[in-house]
């Protein structure tokens, strides 16, 4: 199982971005998706995340501008990011909880980078 993190860039302050987050391999469920972030010098902290049935929390700081949700028919998760803020760059990383036929277990994905410019 493998967790595949796209959609990063550089982007100025106030744009949008939507980030994905693909899950193959041998995949017989999955749970709770999460996307965290990572700054320069600082600790991961987690920033959404949506349930098997849809249900959503975010950190307040982007209540309002972030949207995560997910298709499970493809195993992927979304993380739509609007007026993005020169505090919002990071390395952002994706995390779901994922059922194959052996394990259950957390899996992360490689990160991508989010650059907002002033």
């Known amino acids: 199982v493998q967790l595949q993190a796209s959609g990063g860039g550089l982007v100025q302050a106030g744009g949008s971005l939507r980030l994905s987050c693909a899950a193959s391999g041998t995949i017989t469920s999955i749970k709770n998706m999460s996307w965290y972030r990572q700054a320069p010098g600082k600790q991961r902290d987690l920033v959404a995340t949506?349930?098997?049935?849809?249900?959503?929390t975010y950190i307040n700081s982007v209540k309002g501008r972030f949207t995560i949700s997910r298709d499970s028919a493809k195993n992927t998760g979304y993380l739509q990011m609007n007026s993005l803020k020169p505090e919002d760059t990071a390395v952002y990383y994706c995390?779901?909880?994922?059922?194959?036929?052996?394990?259950?277990?957390?899996?992360w994905g490689q990160g991508t980078q989010v650059t907002v410019s002033s």
């Open positions: 949506i349930s098997t049935g849809g249900e959503t």
């Open positions: 995390k779901a909880y994922i059922g194959s036929h052996f394990l259950r277990a957390d899996y």
